[in-house]
């Protein structure tokens, strides 16, 4: 393809995104395909001579879009959001043109530097420390992760490095198999999967400890099981506390926890991937008290903050444990600027990353941050409407109090009755919603979604769910 072609092909492709984006409302949330759908709409081969880019603009519905379900669409209230806008597109498509691998300084001096600073100014937004912060003038800072479950791993592997080192110096004739056989990590029974995956994958103990009655985890709780296992001749070493659970959106007792933590000189990690967004507006920031006692912060701007997946946030007051975790240094990856910034290789999982910080630049600068926060705002005001109509009709009830842009529900009943709602709802086809289950009770999640949404496609949603409530009542009373 030469550039011409590239030119009118990008033209074309630009012009079908404007379209889908403004008529989203119109696609039906979830596509009524069956899995291996896709193979018959394809040749058995790639094919031996190029094609036009018109064969390719032409296939796009038939082929793809058959099969897509339409996060962005107003009527999808699954999940957490996956955030989107045209400044985050554009600036994915010049990351891509640049097509830099960032994974030194020197490999792309403005990748790692432009992300040193974004990480900074978003950390100003949410109400940071200073001790999080490269500005602070000490070696903390910040960098972006592909996803949460990356950072979770990534502060459990600096736990871990800071734990030998200090259980070494105390017991020296200890062998590393002796000292790993005794690690033990804990985090509230309602934290993502990804935290308990994190402790297999770093091949260390991990308790998933029972919150109080708010799906809270307390720091009294969290001092009964450290105290309990110091007993055992265990070794404490790693907690992650939750803001914003994705079963209910709970939020821990940080300070609590930040206390014991501090106390015992264990590592705490906070992920706040769903929540955090919610920070960069000053009156939800009592959510994050006590966030001055962790060690590592973590929540998702491609989640709430418009901008496009992947870009995870990640601050470290001490980031030379994760760096002795990972460092490797082959001469093919020395230069002569090593120490004066950082080589994020040694941050992260994989060696290579993106220049992921040119779509916070993007969206940070063609937002500002009065209208991030009007966006956020606008999605919990949302919440609260559709928990005024779920009110309002007395066969429902609330799971838990709405704090951010998730509504827990439920019919009063059993959880036969709530999992037929469900059915329901979902096979009517025009919204589209997701269930959790916590201490046995099955309920309902609708999550504000779409930086589209407006208070009638609330009202839609809720005449969607209030139709599958009647049909599961008529259904229940025959």
């Given at each position: 393809m030469d550039a011409a072609d590239f030119k009118d092909f990008s033209k074309a492709m630009s012009d079908y995104i404007v379209e889908y984006m403004t008529n989203i409302r119109d696609r039906q949330v979830v596509p009524s395909v069956k899995p291996g759908y896709l193979r018959p709409l394809v040749p058995e081969q790639a094919p031996e001579k190029p094609e036009p880019w018109t064969a390719v603009m032409a296939d796009i519905e038939r082929v793809v879009m058959s099969g897509v379900t339409h996060w962005q669409s107003p009527r999808f209230h699954a999940y957490f959001p996956t955030a989107h806008s045209y400044p985050s597109i554009v600036a994915d498509m010049l990351s891509d043109a640049i097509a830099c691998i960032g994974f030194t300084w020197i490999a792309s001096p403005a990748c790692t530097e432009l992300e040193v600073v974004m990480l900074d100014w978003l950390g100003q937004m949410i109400g940071l420390p200073e001790s999080f912060l490269a500005r602070s003038g000490g070696e903390a800072g910040g960098v972006i992760q592909g996803t949460a479950s990356e950072a979770t791993l990534v502060a459990l592997l600096g736990?871990?490095?800071?734990?030998?080192?200090?259980?070494?110096?105390?017991?020296?004739?200890?062998?590393?198999?002796?000292?790993?056989?005794?690690?033990?990590?804990?985090?509230?029974?309602?934290?993502?999967?990804?935290?308990?995956?994190?402790?297999?994958?770093?091949?260390?103990?991990?308790?998933?400890?029972?919150?109080?009655?708010?799906?809270?985890?307390?720091?009294?709780?969290?001092?009964?099981?450290?105290?309990?296992?110091?007993?055992?001749?265990?070794?404490?070493?790693?907690?992650?506390?939750?803001?914003?659970?994705?079963?209910?959106?709970?939020?821990?007792?940080?300070?609590?926890?930040?206390?014991?933590?501090?106390?015992?000189?264990?590592?705490?990690?906070?992920?706040?991937?769903y929540a955090g967004?919610?920070?960069?507006?000053?009156?939800?920031?009592?959510?994050?008290?006590?966030?001055?006692?962790?060690?590592?912060?973590?929540?998702?701007?491609?989640?709430?903050?418009?901008?496009?997946?992947?870009?995870?946030?990640?601050?470290?007051?001490?980031?030379?444990?994760i760096v002795d975790a990972f460092n490797v240094d082959p001469l093919y990856l020395k230069h002569d600027m090593q120490g004066m910034a950082p080589d994020y290789r040694h941050w992260q999982i994989p060696l290579g990353r993106r220049f992921r910080s040119l779509k916070l630049w993007f969206v940070l600068r063609l937002y500002g941050v009065e209208n991030l926060q009007k966006y956020i705002r606008k999605h919990i005001e949302l919440a609260h409407l559709f928990e005024k109509l779920c009110t309002s009709d007395e066969r429902f009830e609330l799971y838990e109090e709405v704090t951010m842009g998730l509504v827990c529900f439920r019919l009063k009943?059993?959880?036969?009755?709530?999992?037929?709602?469900?059915?329901?709802?979902?096979?009517?086809?025009?919204?589209?919603?997701?269930?959790?289950?916590?201490?046995?009770?099955?309920?309902?999640?609708?999550?504000?979604?779409?930086p589209f949404s407006e208070e009638s496609d609330i009202h839609i949603s809720w005449e969607e769910v209030k139709a599958a409530a009647d049909e599961v009542t008529k259904a229940t009373q025959k």
């Open positions: 736990a871990k490095s800071r734990a030998m080192h200090r259980v070494k110096q105390e017991h020296p004739e200890w062998t590393d198999y002796e000292i790993l056989s005794k690690l033990v990590g804990y985090c509230n029974k309602q934290a993502h999967s990804s935290v308990e995956r994190a402790g297999l994958l770093g091949g260390v103990q991990l308790r998933a400890l029972k919150p109080d009655g708010k799906r809270k985890l307390r720091g009294e709780i969290l001092q009964e099981a450290i105290e309990e296992d110091i007993r055992k001749g265990m070794i404490p070493f790693f907690v992650v506390a939750t803001l914003g659970t994705t079963s209910s959106c709970a939020f821990d007792a940080l300070d609590e926890i930040g206390d014991v933590c501090n106390e015992k000189n264990i590592w705490l990690h906070v992920d706040a991937a967004s919610s920070f960069i507006c000053p009156e939800y920031r009592y959510l994050m008290k006590g966030v001055e006692k962790a060690d590592s912060f973590n929540f998702n701007p491609h989640k709430w903050l418009l901008v496009n997946f992947d870009c995870s946030a990640m601050w470290l007051k001490e980031p030379r444990w009943g059993n959880n036969e009755i709530n999992e037929e709602l469900l059915k329901r709802i979902n096979g009517r086809g025009k919204i589209h919603l997701v269930p959790s289950k916590i201490d046995d009770v099955y309920f309902l999640r609708l999550a504000i979604c779409s």
